[in-house]
C-alpha cells in the first residue's frame, strides 16, 4: 500500500487582485495621483458628493473614473463641468476590481498631480472587499438609510478611512437615531472622522475636502 497523503493548498483568493492594486498604487503614487476609492449605496449621492468636494480642493488638480454598471450619465455631467471624468462600466458586476482600474488608468493622461476619485459601483458590500489601488477609502452614507447600516454592512464601515453622513438637512423629518449610528460605527471603526454633510446647505465639505487634501499630502510626501 502507497502512502497518501493530502495536502492542503490555501491561496488569497484576492492575490491577483491585490498585486495589480499594489502596481495601480504604487504607479499613481510616483505620478504624484492620490487615489480615493469612494463607497456607498445607490443613489447615496457619492457624485454629487465628489462634485462637492472637488470644488473645495482648492490647488488639487481633479480626475473621476465613475464606475457603474450600464451608462455614463454621470461621466457626462462631470465632464460638462470641466473635470476630466472616464467611465467603466462593469455590465453586472456589482463592485469595481484592480484589473478594471488598471484599464482605465493606462488610458488617462494625468497632465499634473491630484487627487483621483474612483467612484465605486452602488453597494455596500462587495466593493469593500476589493482593492483597487486606492491610498484610502470614502464611504459615503446618509441619514436616509436609517442608523443600522453599521450593523448590518460592517466592512464597508470598518474599511473607511472617512465617513461622510450626508443629507442631515433631512434629519429633522426622519428618525434617524444618531448616537445608535455612532456606537455601531465605532465599534468596528475608532478612528475615521465622520463628517456631517449636505449638498443642499453646503454642511461639511470643507472639513472632507481639509482632511482629504491633508491625507494627499502625507501619502504623497518624498516620492
Same mark, same amino acid.
Given at each position: 500500500?502507497?502512502?497518501?497523503?493530502?495536502?492542503?493548498?490555501?491561496?488569497?483568493?484576492?492575490?491577483?487582485?491585490?498585486?495589480?492594486?499594489?502596481?495601480?498604487?504604487?504607479?499613481?503614487?510616483?505620478?504624484?495621483?492620490?487615489?480615493?476609492?469612494?463607497?456607498?449605496?445607490?443613489?447615496?449621492?457619492?457624485?454629487?458628493?465628489?462634485?462637492?468636494?472637488?470644488?473645495?480642493?482648492?490647488?488639487?488638480?481633479?480626475?473621476?473614473?465613475?464606475?457603474?454598471?450600464?451608462?455614463?450619465?454621470?461621466?457626462?455631467?462631470?465632464?460638462?463641468?470641466?473635470?476630466?471624468?472616464?467611465?467603466?462600466?462593469?455590465?453586472?458586476?456589482?463592485?469595481?476590481?484592480?484589473?478594471?482600474?488598471? =484599464? /482605465?488608468?493606462?488610458?488617462?493622461?494625468?497632465?499634473?498631480? &491630484?487627487?483621483? $476619485?474612483? *467612484?465605486?459601483? !452602488?453597494? +455596500?458590500?462587495?466593493?469593500?472587499?476589493?482593492?483597487?489601488?486606492?491610498?484610502?477609502?470614502?464611504?459615503?452614507?446618509?441619514?436616509?438609510?436609517?442608523?443600522?447600516?453599521?450593523?448590518?454592512?460592517?466592512?464597508?464601515?470598518?474599511?473607511?478611512?472617512?465617513?461622510?453622513?450626508?443629507?442631515?438637512?433631512?434629519?429633522?423629518?426622519?428618525?434617524?437615531?444618531?448616537?445608535?449610528?455612532?456606537?455601531?460605527?465605532?465599534?468596528?471603526?475608532? =478612528? /475615521?472622522?465622520?463628517?456631517?454633510?449636505?449638498?443642499?446647505? &453646503?454642511?461639511? $465639505?470643507? *472639513?472632507?475636502? !481639509?482632511? +482629504?487634501?491633508?491625507?494627499?499630502?502625507?501619502?504623497?510626501?518624498?516620492?
Amino acid at each position: 500500500m502507497h502512502d497518501v497523503r493530502e495536502i492542503t493548498v490555501m491561496e488569497n483568493i484576492h492575490g491577483e487582485n491585490d498585486h495589480i492594486a499594489y502596481h495601480i498604487n504604487e504607479d499613481l503614487t510616483g505620478k504624484g495621483i492620490f487615489v480615493a476609492n469612494v463607497m456607498g449605496a445607490p443613489g447615496i449621492g457619492k457624485t454629487t458628493v465628489i462634485k462637492n468636494l472637488i470644488a473645495k480642493l482648492r490647488g488639487h488638480m481633479p480626475y473621476v473614473i465613475e464606475g457603474d454598471i450600464e451608462s455614463d450619465i454621470d461621466t457626462r455631467a462631470l465632464r460638462a463641468m470641466g473635470i476630466k471624468a472616464f467611465q467603466i462600466n462593469t455590465f453586472g458586476a456589482c463592485h469595481l476590481d484592480a484589473p478594471l482600474v488598471h =484599464n /482605465a488608468v493606462q488610458n488617462i493622461e494625468f497632465d499634473e498631480p &491630484g487627487i483621483l $476619485f474612483i *467612484e465605486n459601483v !452602488g453597494n +455596500l458590500v462587495c466593493p469593500a472587499e476589493f482593492s483597487i489601488g486606492e491610498h484610502t477609502k470614502i464611504l459615503i452614507c446618509s441619514v436616509t438609510e436609517g442608523s443600522d447600516k453599521p450593523y448590518k454592512y460592517p466592512l464597508a464601515f470598518e474599511k473607511a478611512g472617512m465617513i461622510i453622513l450626508n443629507k442631515v438637512d433631512l434629519a429633522p423629518y426622519l428618525e434617524f437615531d444618531e448616537s445608535f449610528f455612532m456606537k455601531g460605527l465605532r465599534a468596528i471603526n475608532k =478612528n /475615521a472622522p465622520v463628517i456631517k454633510a449636505s449638498s443642499k446647505t &453646503g454642511e461639511g $465639505f470643507e *472639513e472632507a475636502a !481639509g482632511w +482629504l487634501a491633508d491625507q494627499a499630502a502625507q501619502a504623497l510626501a518624498g516620492r
